[in-house]
T-cell receptor
Framework: GDSVTQMEGPVTLSEEAFLTINCTYT??????LFWYVQYPGEGLQLLLK?????DKGSNKGFEATYRKETTSFHLEKGSVQVSDSAVYFC??????????????FGGGTRVLVKP | NAGVTQTPKFRVLKTGQSMTLLCAQD?????MYWYRQDPGMGLRLIHY???????AKGEVPDGYNVSRLKKQNFLLGLESAAPSQTSVYFC??????????????FGEGSRLTVL
């Protein structure tokens, strides 16, 4: 079945450092890929997405490119802020009317940005 | 803007007790989901619904039941709670098909402890 693997945390960074969180997936066909973010005490919210190979998703300074040849969707941000401290989840989806928009999640990576 | 609302937010149960988690969404979404979140394991799908009156099993359905009697509500029941069901539970909803592909809207979570 489908699966998502992402690097374990926690990742501790200083403000303005470069952030990379690796994500790889196993799936047949052409799933859509997502990054969700969970701030302390809150539910998950969509950060960015890519629906086909070579698409780049971007939002709030974060970027990720759908690489089918390496089955990867790594998340990057050039200069992190304290407010980026959160747990980040990589996920994939196969939307279908019968099965809904179910997401398969990776284990999550906790990021802590220190001033 | 309520979005997805879960009640209760916290609950402590004794082994063998029963309880129901309520999820309500005001976005007129067709699809609804219940996930559980455990450390290092990301979110795992318990049950989901693609419309009023329909439910289906997800990845980890054992020990849980659900009902979707009204479009806006999705109930998760534990008939006989076990310590292994100690977790944070998230409800989510989404639009139908490709229009909502992968974008789930999450509640803030319900933390359940089973002693």
């Amino acid at each position: 079945g489908d699966s998502v693997t992402q690097m374990e945390g926690p990742v501790t960074l200083s403000e303005e450092a470069f952030l990379t969180i690796n994500c790889t997936y196993t799936a047949t066909g052409y799933p859509s890929l997502f990054w969700y973010v969970q701030y302390p005490g809150e539910g998950l919210q969509l950060l960015l997405k890519a629906t086909k190979a070579d698409d780049k998703g971007s939002n709030k300074g974060f970027e990720a490119t759908y690489r089918k040849e390496t089955t990867s969707f790594h998340l990057e941000k050039g200069s992190v802020q304290v407010s980026d401290s959160a747990v980040y989840f990589c996920a994939l989806s196969r939307a279908s009317k019968a099965a809904g928009n179910k997401l398969t999640f990776g284990g999550g990576t906790r990021v802590l940005v220190k001033p | 803007n309520a979005g997805v609302t879960q009640t209760p937010k916290f609950r402590v149960l004794k082994t063998g007790q029963s309880m129901t988690l309520l999820c309500a969404q005001d976005m007129n979404h067709e699809y609804m989901y219940w996930y559980r979140q455990d450390p290092g394991m990301g979110l795992r799908l318990i049950h989901y619904s693609v419309g009023e009156g329909t439910t289906a099993k997800g990845e980890v359905p054992d020990g849980y039941n659900v009902s979707r009697l009204k479009k806006q509500n999705f109930l998760l029941g534990l008939e006989s709670a076990a310590p292994s069901q100690t977790s944070v539970y998230f409800c989510a909803s989404s639009l139908v098909g490709l229009a909502g592909a992968g974008e789930l809207f999450f509640g803030e979570g319900s933390r359940l402890t089973v002693l």
